[in-house]
Structures are given as C-alpha cells and as structure tokens.
C-alpha cells in the first residue's frame, strides 16, 4: 500500500516562493509517475502537475506553467513541487500522489496546507 507524506506549505505573501516535499513509502518508487494535485475548500482535487518515472518528463496545468516546477530525488524517494510568484488563488491543500489524474486516486494523504495571503 503506497503511502504519501507532503510537508512544506505555509504562509506566504503573494509574490513569494515555497517549496513542498512529498516523501513515499515503498521500493517500487521509480517506476511509477508521481502528481502534484491541489484541493480548495469544497472542491474536488486538481492536477497542478505530473513528473514521469524514466525520463522526469513533467507537466503541469496551464494556471500554474512558469510558476511551478516539480523534480524528483528517487535515491530519497521525494518529489518536489517548487512554487514561485504565488497568488491568492494557489491558495489550497496539496496532496500527492502515485498517479496523474486525480480521479485514480482514494487514498489521500494529510496533504500541507499553502495559504497566499498579505
């Protein structure tokens, strides 16, 4: 059973930078994609972006391209979500997850909270 644990959010200005971590469990770590994905109060998670196992091919939605970047460290099974020129909008819970749709996933984590305020 895969298991997710996302750290780093925060407060944070609009205009300023955080940088999340997403650690998971299991030695199958490489061979799978991993999603960055974001929830608002009352609404479903959104796909922010997908970093692939072989190559780190990534994408992202197009309302966070140029902002964000993922990366990924297979040695410390960890992926990144590096968040640049944040907005009140990115405000949210993110998650993620073994998977780049949203919809192929139940077993949410705690996720981190990133809130974009002044």
């Known amino acids: 059973q895969w298991q997710f644990v996302e750290s780093g959010g925060g407060l944070v200005q609009p205009g300023g930078s955080l940088r999340l971590s997403c650690v998971a469990s299991g030695s199958i770590f490489d061979y799978y994609a991993v999603g960055w994905f974001r929830q608002a109060p009352g609404e479903d998670h959104v796909g922010v972006g997908c970093?692939?196992?072989?190559?780190?091919?990534?994408s992202y939605d197009d309302s966070v391209k140029g902002r964000f970047t993922i990366s990924r460290d297979n040695a410390k099974n960890t992926v990144y979500l590096q968040m640049n020129s944040l907005e009140p909008e990115d405000t949210a819970v993110y998650y993620c997850?073994?998977?780049?749709?949203?919809?192929?996933?139940?077993?949410w984590g705690q996720g981190t909270q990133v809130t974009v305020s002044s």
């Open positions: 997850a073994g998977v780049c749709i949203a919809i192929q996933w139940r077993d």
């Open positions: 970093i692939s196992s072989t190559n780190n091919r990534t």
